[in-house]
């Protein structure tokens, strides 16, 4: 099979992939987007610590298990929307499997439901541990990471992704994380999941932002295409906001001065705010990075901040 030319996103040259090869899965699977994946199990732990002693076992399935619902989500994302169209040779994203011939439909979805049985595995697991809830979680999480893109109301194509993206990657993931951690949601856990969910709601709004001539040919009415560039650009301010009013609230009502501690990303997402204000079409791939970016630097910050403030009382 003759390799093709494959464009990452990341300004570099095109890679030559192989089509079926490891190369060609790493794609589909999309590594990059795992940060949204790990850092609200790592906040939600940490957070959790904040108050007494966690459960390892637990914490470890969360991470594993969150993970597998990620890359669940990603490949229903490659293959539902070669078929739906919206993925087409205009795309100005990284090149996606599916639409490139490099994985067909088939084997996507074999992959899709093989991830999803490994994630019910880890889900067993947690159940065993955490109980029934996490039953609930799992589902809904699973459901949805499918629905965002397929199904008979896709949500992504409706304007629903950026609450999907707030409620599943903020509240359910920080918030059942804690819940698995302890057995409880302390209030923290839910202050914690804010932040998260607003900055990796963030990721969304730039990568719909980068898409919304290509999806308006495709019927995808993201709220990009709804609001515009200017309503979606004040979207992202705002969910900026609510991160970083989030921890000052927990430092000055807590005490805790190391709360303060992802303000130390301001600098960061001021700087990538103006870029992406000034940014169209290809070139917001770098910002999309590097808002993906911020969301790990945040929560290793945000993490550390929970940690030494149970270590500093």
Known sequence: MAAAEVYTGTGGQPLQVTPGSFRAWVMAA???????????????????????????????????????IQIATNFANDVFDAEK??????????????????????????????????????????????????????????????????????????????????????????????????????????????????????????????????????GKRTLAVRLGRTGVLIEYALMLLAAYAVPSYLAIQGGKMWMFLPLLSLPVAALLFRRITLSEGKPLNACLANTAKLLLLYGVLFSAGFVLSRATP
């Open 85 to 218: 169209g919206a993925d087409t040779a205009e795309r100005l994203g990284p090149t996606r499997a599916v639409q490139a011939g490099l994985l067909t439909a088939k084997q996507v979805r074999k992959a899709l439901v093989v991830t999803v049985i490994l994630a019910v595995i880890v889900g067993l697991g947690l159940t065993y541990l955490a109980g029934w809830p996490v039953v609930a979680i799992g589902i809904a999480s699973i459901l949805s990471g499918i629905a965002y893109t397929g199904g008979p109301y896709p949500l992504g194509y409706h304007g629903l992704g950026d609450v999907f993206v707030m409620l599943f990657f903020g509240f359910v993931a920080v918030c059942g994380t804690a819940f698995v951690d302890t057995g409880s949601v302390p209030p923290v856990a839910i202050w914690a999941s804010i932040p998260v969910g607003a900055i990796a709601t963030c990721i969304l709004i730039v990568n719909n932002l980068r898409d919304r001539h290509t999806d308006v040919k495709a």
């Open 30 to 68: 999309r590594p990059a987007t795992l940060t949204a994946a790990i850092v609200p199990v790592m906040v939600g732990t940490s957070a959790a610590y904040s108050l007494g002693e966690v459960r390892k076992a637990p914490a470890v399935l969360a991470l594993v298990g969150a993970i597998l």
